[in-house]
């Protein structure tokens, strides 16, 4: 069992200490908020991967909808060239 690096010898060296410095009755209440404090970390990194993923599919559409629409204003730029070059000057 590996955990954050940590083995199974070091996780219950932890837990001793713990033990022995913030006693039986704190112990408890310190593990609830340290679960509540990595599940907070856990769900705003959830969140930031959502909108990372979400800006990331929307820079992706807009380059392609640019790519689609470069080819037709060059070929539109080319036809007026034609025609301006193509017209008699007086």
């Known amino acids: 069992m590996n955990i954050f690096g940590i083995g199974l010898p070091e996780m219950g060296l932890i837990m001793v200490v713990a033990l022995l410095i913030f006693g039986p009755k704190k112990l ?7 679960g509540k404090t990595i599940r ?5 990194s959830n969140e930031f991967q959502t909108e ?20 037709k204003k060059i070929e539109s730029a080319k ?10 000057t007086s």
Request: a negative charge; hydrophobic letters at 30%; glycine letters at 4%.
């Open 28 to 34: 408890p209440e310190i593990g609830r908020s340290l």
């Open 40 to 44: 907070s970390f856990q769900e705003a």
């Open 52 to 71: 990372f993923k979400r800006e990331a599919e929307q820079l992706e559409e807009s380059v392609k909808t640019t790519a689609e629409l470069e080819p």
């Open 79 to 88: 036809l007026q060239q034609d025609t301006a070059g193509s017209s008699p």
